[in-house]
């Protein structure tokens, strides 16, 4: 079965330092989204991506974030200087574009530790 | 505002026991609805999904769901569980091509 494949799975970083997390999406699929969970509660939603342009963001996905999608299979998630809180799992899904067989299919996720 | 209540936060069951957990919906339209599983340091594995037809779906592992309108609600359920079905489940509801909105998730623990 056709996986989401996030790179890598566990990443330390020094606060204030740039992070880039990547992700495969499953080929065929036109959305993108980041999601993030923070130890011991919920997922929350970060930001959406379709057609090359961020289709909708959070209050949580604030001037730090930026996403990219720098060729035909990747999709980036880059936080420009990491805060303590920025800690957490973070999780990149696609969706499949027929709405009759929509499948929403979520990566293993990147565990990111600022220090 | 779209909002998905899990009333219980932890459950436990005896090994071989039925299970139910618990999910309400409070959403415009009737949404895509989903039912997730993570092991603690994992990531998400779909267990089922629903968006129409048949109110009753059959997931992977045994696990089946019924969505009732009238109710706004999509209770996982599994007639007999398993150790291995020790992990957090996350109901989530959204619409086609757009965010999820998650649960704050049920931790089921197995009593063998």
């Known amino acids: 079965e056709p996986e989401v494949t996030q790179t890598p799975s566990h990443q330390v970083t020094q606060m204030g330092q740039e992070v880039i997390l990547r992700c495969v999406p499953i080929?065929?699929?036109?959305?993108f989204y980041w999601y993030r969970q923070i130890l011991g509660q919920k997922v929350e939603f970060l930001v959406s991506f379709y057609n090359n342009e961020i289709s909708e963001k959070s209050e949580i996905f604030d001037d730090q974030f930026s996403v990219e999608r720098p060729d035909g299979s990747n999709f980036t998630l880059k936080i420009r200087s990491t805060k303590l809180e920025d800690s957490a799992m973070y999780f990149c899904a696609s969706s499949h574009p027929s709405a009759t067989n929509y499948g929403y299919t979520f990566g293993s996720g990147t565990r990111l530790t600022v220090v | 505002a779209q909002s998905v209540t899990q009333p219980d936060i932890h459950i436990t069951v005896s090994e071989g026991a039925s299970l139910e957990l618990r999910c309400n919906y409070s959403?415009?339209?009737?949404?895509?609805l989903f039912w997730y599983v993570q092991s603690p340091g994992q990531g998400l594995q779909l267990l089922l999904k629903y968006f129409s037809g048949d109110t009753l779906v059959q997931g992977i592992k045994g696990f089946e769901a019924e969505f009732k309108r009238s109710q706004s609600s999509f209770n996982l359920r599994k007639p007999s569980v398993h150790w291995s079905d020790a992990a957090e489940y996350f109901c989530a509801v959204g619409e086609y091509g757009n965010k999820l909105v998650f649960g704050a998730g049920t931790i089921l623990r197995v009593k063998s």
């Open positions: 080929s065929n699929h036109l959305y």
């Open positions: 959403y415009g339209a009737t949404p895509y």
